[in-house]
């Protein structure tokens, strides 16, 4: 199955230290996806709360304690959370 749609990274930019790598990687991969700085508005923040809030894979994320960023949501659905997992 043919994956067309952009993926989303969301970030923190200069907060979170494992941004930027995070972000090479993906550009590495070719792969479109759009960034998103969830302190840029409050409309990015809102996007994101809903995906953290509704999304399983961050139900262990929010037990220890994280807020889950950065994030790498696919089109397909799938959330990670490290470069390992790309």
């Not at 989303?8 to 230290?17: D, E, G, L, S």
């Not at 996806?33 to 139900?59: C, E, G, V």
Request: aromatic share 12%.
């Amino acid at each position: 199955m043919k994956d067309n749609k952009k993926w989303i990274f969301f970030t923190i930019a200069i907060y979170v230290q494992t941004a930027p790598p995070f972000e090479a990687e993906l550009q590495k991969s070719g792969k479109p996806y759009q960034s998103i700085n969830i302190t840029a508005s409050m409309k990015n923040l809102k996007q994101f709360l809903k995906l953290r809030d509704t999304h399983p894979a961050f139900t262990s994320i929010k037990a220890a304690g994280f807020a889950g960023v950065p994030c790498l949501h696919t089109a397909n659905n799938q959330c990670f959370f490290e470069i390992e997992q790309l």
